[in-house]
């Protein structure tokens, strides 16, 4: 009975050593059903910047345009900065002459930090979707070209206390409800994007006029009560008059 239980033991030893190992050599793996993704997943593959990356709600599409290229490697950065691989999805290669193909896991592989892409043809475009939450994106520029960021619908750039993008951006416009922000040319290490949903602006305005209208109702209050300070003195004869006052009318006689 001891044996058995002291093989059982050491087999659930030897699994969790292994286990180990595949997370700290990066052998963990993205299934092919993720990489296939919704089969109805759709891209824009008509873009015209080498790299698009498009917000939409919880998740985002990157698509990037590569010329003379074999391989490209991700990540992002945690709250530490440690740099981790993306969790990528839906992922798809696009041939020169318009044919769309799944990478499948010998193409796509995570290792300790990085998800590595081996490109099926070093001309074509790669997409793929990626998680994200909240009113700010940011990634490393794996590769220098132009750039374009969609916003999520209702959401804006502009305020400054609100929002922030970096580097200064060359256009920014508005098509179809969605903020487009484009970069002829980014040498940048990051490209970084703060938001704001349309109505928070309104919200901020509210919130500094009634700031605002505290403040001068302050004022006005403060100057009300001086005045009501120099009433009472008045009447108590604190504040008299000493123009005249026989202690001003010079010296004594003999002493001028």
């Known amino acids: ?72 490697k991700i990540f992002e950065r945690e709250s530490l900065g440690e740099e981790t691989p993306v969790n990528v999805g839906t992922v798809r290669f696009r041939y020169r002459n318009g044919t769309v193909v799944t990478l499948n896991q010998s193409q796509v592989k995570r290792t300790n930090s990085r998800t590595v ?17 909240g009113k700010s994106f940011s ?18 750039v502009g305020t ?29 290490d990051n490209v970084v994007v703060r938001y704001y949903l349309a109505r928070d602006l309104l919200i901020f305005a509210a919130v500094i006029a009634a700031g605002v209208l505290v403040a001068l109702l302050g004022l006005a209050y403060f100057r009300l009560q001086i005045r009501q300070l120099e009433r009472e003195r008045e009447e108590l004869g604190l504040n008299v008059d000493t123009d005249g006052d026989e202690f001003d009318q010079g010296p004594p006689p003999g002493m001028g």
């Open 139 to 156: 990634t490393p520029t794996y590769v220098e070209g132009s750039y374009e960021v969609v916003l999520p619908r209702g959401m804006r």
């Open 117 to 133: 892409f081996t490109l099926p043809s070093r001309e074509g475009k790669l997409a793929y979707t990626a998680p994200h939450r």
């Open 1 to 72: 009975m001891n044996r058995r239980l002291l093989l059982a033991f050491a087999t659930l030893s030897v699994l969790a050593v292994t286990a180990g190992c595949t997370g700290i050599f990066g052998g963990d793996q993205i299934s092919d059903k993720q990489l296939e993704g919704d089969g109805n997943a759709t891209y824009d593959w008509n873009t015209t910047a080498d790299v698009t990356l498009n917000i939409t709600s919880g998740e985002y599409q990157a698509v990037y345009d590569f010329s003379n290229r074999s391989q490209l």
């Open 160 to 188: 400054p206390i609100l929002s922030q993008v970096r580097p200064d951006a060359d256009q920014t416009e508005q098509l179809d409800g969605r903020v487009h922000i484009a970069w002829a040319e980014v040498t940048a």
